[in-house]
């Protein structure tokens, strides 16, 4: 799953609060059931223009990552909550909407891995015929084998 959520109307102060984006970051993972595999990393941006300034934080998961972009001037924030765990998405907003006191939010969700199966007798069956493909395509002898 892919959660994008563009949140509007922050709360400025949390936006600009490197330890509070820290914390979250640090503690979230474990709370929507995945595994961190590193601290999280959060650093303060200054762009071209004044007002582009803001903080970027990512925690790598052993699922993917989650990463978060503030714009405090703008009352604006972008959070990517990437996994190939399946996660509670609409709890997800409903979290960040609190943490950020985001006034409204444009999401989606994309799915992730739709053409895998995800039981052990189809992913078998997969499996075996792309073994058996390679197997008709380079067999035995053949000169790249």
């Not at 994008?4 to 490197?18: C, I, P, Y």
């Not at 995800?118 to 499996?127: D, G, K, R």
């Amino acid at each position: 799953m892919h959660l994008t959520l563009d949140g509007f109307g922050a709360n400025k102060e949390r936006l600009q609060d490197l330890d509070f984006l820290f914390t979250l970051l640090d503690l979230y993972p474990s709370q929507i059931g995945m595994t961190k595999i590193m601290p999280p990393y959060v650093f303060k941006y200054h762009g071209v223009k004044p007002e582009d300034w803001g903080l970027s934080g990512f925690v790598l998961i052993a699922e993917s990552h989650i990463s978060i972009h503030t714009f405090p001037e703008r009352g604006y924030i972008n959070i990517d909550v990437f996994s190939c765990k399946t996660f509670d998405a609409d709890a997800a907003v409903d979290f960040m909407k609190e943490q950020f006191g985001l006034s409204h939010v444009n999401t989606r969700v994309l799915e992730r891995g739709l053409e895998y199966p995800h039981e052990i007798p189809s992913a078998t069956q997969l499996v075996r015929a792309e073994r058996l493909e390679v197997a008709l395509a380079y067999p035995a002898g053949h000169p790249s084998t």
